[in-house]
């Protein structure tokens, strides 16, 4: 059954990271790289950075990376990780997008991994991305395609059993985007109970403005 309230990130932001999640940020971002051309004149919102996986991926390759989240907890995560790491281009923003906080600036690349299955009004953040995406930019989000309900075990605050490819990419024309494709990013194998293990296609889709 899909969710209808939030899930408490802060309360998991500690143990949050194990070697599956570092494997599907690595993937994810080998996607992006292969997808965009990514340069040093490039800033980058990582739209639900957490606790700074992909984040940490994009910030060698790439000007500066502004990681958006509304979990504190997952924020202070990645604020100790720059500070151990003594690094300087990496930007991380508390921001509620259910609650409305605005984002400031605008970005060459719009960065996003496993987030949009929790947030109940997707048409709504393609609205937002769109208005913070600079004319020219590309936007790049990762998710699973549509399954049954079974890859979390706790399906508290996940909206959407993953989506079908087709409906997010006219979903995203009819925003505004343009140049719209689709790729497979990665595939994550998951014990299920009662089924053994499965493999839960993650994909790419990748559109401009």
């Known amino acids: 059954m899909k969710s209808t309230e939030r899930r408490d990130f802060d309360i998991k932001a500690k143990q949050w990271e194990d070697s599956s999640k570092a494997k599907l940020a690595s993937?994810?971002?080998?996607?992006?790289?292969?997808?965009?051309?990514?340069?040093?004149?490039?800033?980058?919102?990582?739209f639900g950075c957490g606790t700074g996986l992909v984040t940490l991926r994009l910030q060698p390759l790439v000007r500066s990376v502004t990681g958006v989240d509304s979990s504190?907890?997952?924020?202070?995560?990645?604020?100790?990780?720059?500070?151990?790491?003594?690094?300087?281009?990496?930007?991380?923003?508390?921001?509620?997008?259910?609650?409305?906080?605005?984002?400031?600036?605008?970005?060459?690349?719009?960065?996003?991994?496993?987030?949009?299955?929790?947030?109940?009004?997707?048409?709504?953040?393609?609205?937002?991305?769109?208005?913070?995406?600079?004319?020219?930019?590309?936007?790049?989000?990762?998710?699973?395609?549509?399954?049954?309900?079974?890859?979390?075990?706790d399906n508290t605050g996940v909206f959407h059993f993953g989506f079908d490819r087709a409906q997010l990419k006219k979903l995203l024309y009819d925003t505004g985007f343009t140049e719209v494709r689709d790729t497979t990013a990665t595939v994550l194998p998951r014990p299920v109970k009662g089924k053994g293990i499965c493999d839960f296609p993650v994909f790419l889709i990748v559109a401009g403005k």
């Open 27 to 46: 993937d994810v971002v080998d996607a992006i790289s292969r997808e965009v051309k990514l340069s040093k004149d490039m800033d980058v919102m990582d």
């Open 72 to 153: 504190r907890g997952m924020l202070a995560v990645l604020e100790e990780k720059i500070s151990t790491q003594g690094l300087n281009n990496i930007h991380p923003t508390f921001i509620d997008f259910e609650k409305g906080d605005p984002i400031a600036g605008q970005f060459h690349l719009i960065a996003c991994s496993m987030t949009l299955h929790h947030i109940p009004d997707v048409a709504a953040l393609f609205r937002l991305w769109f208005e913070k995406l600079l004319p020219g930019g590309r936007l790049c989000f990762a998710d699973l395609d549509a399954e049954d309900g079974s890859f979390h075990p």
